[in-house]
């Protein structure tokens, strides 16, 4: 009977050598299988582990509070789980007693692992729950602007995830692919909670073999690969939305508008129109308007906006569009331009936000309601939108906006954490490095000693899936996977339900949290639960002990293609969406009313607050694209043998026209300093027609390496260069594509990485003999 393990890259059979060694083969049923996943068991990652609870040397000696600026530069003291966790308790404690639970700060953004019992989130904020609450986070980096935009709009971003049309449909019906920033399948490698089989790229290459054509428009190439010919419109970064008001303005001028779908399944095109003619601010937004901003040929705009429109025609945008400056417009734009061309609820036009992004979207599979622990509830209102934490840190009491409402900063005092990497995810960590000192107590939950981790107060070590019985299950994917723990947990390494339900209990709040169940007893009330759901749909699974037994359940009987709001289209009254009216919202008269000038009540075109036709370009030319990287999940599995392969002298690649690279007498592999006035980091020159000139490309991931001395980041982690800005004011959503900077010579003498270097450890023993530091 084989055995399988679920994670974000996938499903993984497991091998066991002669030895009882556990390895990673790839899963049988997968056409695309993702190489990612299968590195999960090397050594050079094991080397990483958080084997003890740690506690850095200051906070122990001194107590809460102690020398923050040392974070990250201090040794550790490894203590007993009896000392660490009366240390944790009783700080718990001392902050609800000074300062009350919305001093603490347990929004705790980040992937987790795949599992859907041991979702160190969902444990974490259940937890937290439990013991009076603690201040959340709204949407994600992912999706900030989207997420805030699009229930306004035409639905809620989680749904409009699950009703894609399948890629099926797209073969057999779409004739023009028109995608805003590709469909790349690099990215399609994962899906949160974990994917199943990898459809993206066979449902590409099936669309060009049934003769779709392809458009991918952007500052990059090579993230559409369909088998056959793509047609490559360069378009400078974050200028999409003046492109496609170009577009739509051809579409009006023309009569190629469909009017009718307009009147019956969208309101406010009127309002829309006016900016859109010129009749209100004298400038209509015509083809050759957008050219010098964009880029773009005036002819060549017209001549696709005629092509859609005697096409079926589906619209793609990437999801990292909206993570930029002004990331509402693009989104709001795309699904306007598609009302236009009124192809939305037929099969094989309309839009799609994020074919590729990750690998669910145009997926045929059921959307069966996976297993979900519940968080119970908490009792502290304050909130902040998720990519504010710099500024909530640095500014308590500090004002802000977010769709629509105005609210304050709270004053936090202790962070906890468990599952996520802000010194991976945020932006400017320079500025996250200074915010950092402000909290009198960080505790993280991890696995890996990861530069969050080391800039923490109190580290408790983490299990790994691999480490744990679980069970996998994702919206879309098709399966539910029976976890078997792999290996036994590295050092001392516990699950993070055990580590709370220890808290819970020193706190007096056993029963709330686990409900006198142990993870057994979990696993087995969650399964049960999600098979009397799936029996109310038809969905027959096993009992809990047979689904053990088998180790997945497939669910590809109940597959069925899915064609985009097909039902609204066919009869908006009777399929009305949630938006205020019903129906799709070009202008939304509810965020009129917010009155925000950086989002007004329907799409405009913005400048971006820093891009190649802005101010700055004279000091900072290129604009820096710091996307999802190819070899892992964020900072995830970044030690591992496949991520460092596709780095060169140890730093992650650059990728930069070759043109920009003989400009500056870059070579392929010369050590670069990239550089704003926020910071500075290293990275080996690629020289690539795959960008176009004046963009440079660095992926997100490279484990955070600041030289302690110069404060050069060494590694290629891009974080250093980009802005900590919001959206705007009604999202405050993360703009980590909005970035200009410079590419320096080569570095004469680069220092060594030093990223996946242990923290200096003092076992707890021998800190005693040294005595309290000076
Ligand atoms: N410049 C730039 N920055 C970006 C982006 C970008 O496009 N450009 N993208 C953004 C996006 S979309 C996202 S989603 C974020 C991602 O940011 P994160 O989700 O924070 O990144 P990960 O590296 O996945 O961090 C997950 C952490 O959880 C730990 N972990 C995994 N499983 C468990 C577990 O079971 N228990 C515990 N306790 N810990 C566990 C892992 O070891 C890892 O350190 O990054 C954002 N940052
Ligand atoms: N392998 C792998 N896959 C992942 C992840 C990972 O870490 N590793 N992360 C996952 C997560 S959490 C998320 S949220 C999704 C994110 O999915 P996305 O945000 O869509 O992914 P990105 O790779 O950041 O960007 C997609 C493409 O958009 C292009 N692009 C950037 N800016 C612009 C622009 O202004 N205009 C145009 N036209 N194009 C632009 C980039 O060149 C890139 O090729 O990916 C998921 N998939
Ligand atoms: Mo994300």
């Excluded at 997968?30 to 990652?45: F, N, R, V, Y």
């Excluded at 006016?274 to 957008?290: I, M, Q």
């Excluded at 990437?318 to 009124?342: C, D, I, K, N, Y």
């Excluded at 050092?491 to 142990?518: M, S």
Aim: glycine fraction near 10%.
């Amino acid at each position: 009977m084989t055995a399988y393990t679920a994670s974000h890259w996938g499903i993984y059979e497991v091998e066991r050598d002669a030895a009882g060694r556990a390895s990673l083969r790839a899963f049988a049923e997968d056409p695309d299988p993702s190489p990612i996943g299968l590195h999960q068991t090397d050594e050079s990652l094991a080397r990483l582990r958080v084997l003890r609870p740690a506690v850095r040397r200051s906070w122990l000696e001194h107590g809460p509070g102690a020398a923050p600026e040392l974070r990250g530069r201090e040794p550790f003291v490894e203590v007993s789980w009896e000392t660490a966790l009366d240390l944790v308790s009783a700080e718990l404690l001392r902050v609800r007693e000074a300062h009350g639970n919305a001093a603490i700060f347990g929004g705790s953004y980040g992937w987790s692992s795949a599992g859907r019992f041991h979702h160190a989130q969902s444990q974490v904020h259940r937890f937290l729950n439990a013991v009076g609450g603690y201040v959340r986070h709204m949407d994600s980096y992912s999706l900030g602007a989207g997420r805030a935009l699009m229930p306004h709009v035409v639905a809620p971003m989680d749904e409009l995830m699950g009703m894609h049309s399948s890629w099926s449909v797209l073969a057999e019906h779409t004739q023009l692919f028109v995608a805003f920033g590709g469909v790349p399948a690099k990215n399609a490698q994962i899906s949160a909670g974990g994917a199943g089989r990898h459809r993206v790229r066979d449902g590409l290459r099936r669309m060009a073999e049934r003769g779709t054509r392809f458009v991918n428009i952007g500052p990059v190439a090579d993230n559409l690969e369909t088998g056959s010919a793509v047609e490559w419109i360069q378009a400078r970064p974050n200028t999409d939305t003046a492109l496609m008001l170009a577009l739509a303005w051809v579409l009006r001028e023309e009569g190629l508008a469909d009017r009718a779908f307009l009147a019956r399944c969208c309101t406010g095109y009127e309002r829309f129109e006016r900016c859109l003619s010129g009749a209100e601010d004298g400038t209509p937004k015509t083809p050759a308007w957008a050219e010098p901003i964009t880029g773009v040929p005036a002819a060549r705009i017209a001549a696709l906006a005629r092509e859609m429109a005697a096409s079926r025609t589906m619209l793609n945008i990437a999801w990292s569009l909206q993570r930029a400056s002004h990331g509402e417009q693009p989104f709001w734009m795309l699904v306007t331009l598609a009302a236009m061309l009124g192809q939305i609820g037929l099969p094989g036009g309309g839009f799609g936000l994020g074919y590729g992004a990750t690998n669910l979207m145009g997926s045929a599979h059921a959307r069966l309601p996976g297993p979900t622990l519940q968080q119970g509830r908490n009792a502290v209102r304050d909130f902040i939108p998720v990519a504010r934490i710099a500024d909530m840190l640095l500014n308590p009491g500090a004002p802000f906006t977010y769709v629509g409402g105005h609210y304050a900063y709270p004053d936090i005092r202790l962070i906890y954490w468990a599952g996520g990497n802000p010194f991976h995810h945020h932006q400017d960590l320079n500025r996250l490095e200074r915010a950092w000192r402000k909290p009198e107590t960080i505790i993280f939950h991890e696995q890996y000693w990861t530069p969050a981790a080391r800039r923490a107060d109190i580290v408790l070590p983490a299990t790994t899936t691999l480490e744990r019985t679980d069970i996998g299950s994702s919206t879309r994917e098709g399966y539910l996977v029976a976890m078997r723990p792999v290996a036994s947990p590295a050092g001392e390494a516990r699950d993070d339900y055990d580590i709370f339900a220890d808290l819970a209990a020193r706190l007096g709040a056993a029963e709330a949290y686990t409900e006198g169940l142990d993870s057994e007893g979990w696993l087995r009330r969650l399964y049960a639960e999600t098979r009397q759901k799936s029996a109310g749909m038809g969905i027959d699974l096993p009992e809990y002990d047979a689904f053990q037994e088998t180790g997945l359940v497939s669910l590809a009987a109940h597959d069925r293609p899915n064609v985009m709001l097909e039902a609204f289209r066919a009869d908006p009254g009777a399929h009305a969406l949630g938006t205020p009216s019903g129906r799709i919202e070009i202008t939304s008269e509810r965020i009129a009313g917010f009155g925000l000038p950086d989002c007004p009540g329907y799409p405009v075109w913005r400048e971006p607050l820093e891009w190649l036709g802005g101010a700055g370009t004279d000091r900072h030319p290129l604009h820096l694209i710091s996307d999802q990287p190819v070899r892992r999940l964020h900072s995830q599995l970044d030690a591992s043998g496949y991520s460092t392969a596709g780095k060169r002298h140890g730093r992650e690649l650059i990728h930069i026209h070759p043109e920009d690279a003989d400009e500056r007498g870059l070579a392929d592999g010369d050590i670069v300093e990239v550089f704003n006035d926020r910071g500075r980091c290293q990275a080996a020159v690629c020289r690539t027609g795959q960008v176009m000139r004046g963009v440079v490309r660095l992926n997100t991931g490279a484990w955070y390496d600041p030289d302690p001395v110069t404060g050069v980041e060494k590694h290629g982690n891009p974080n250093v260069l980009t802005p900590d800005i919001g959206a705007s004011g009604f999202s405050q959503g993360c703009i980590a594509q909005t970035c200009l900077v410079q590419v320096g010579g080569p570095v004469a003498d680069p220092p060594p990485v030093t990223a996946f270097a242990l923290p200096e450890l003092i076992p707890q023993g021998q800190w005693k003999a040294r005595g309290p530091r000076p």
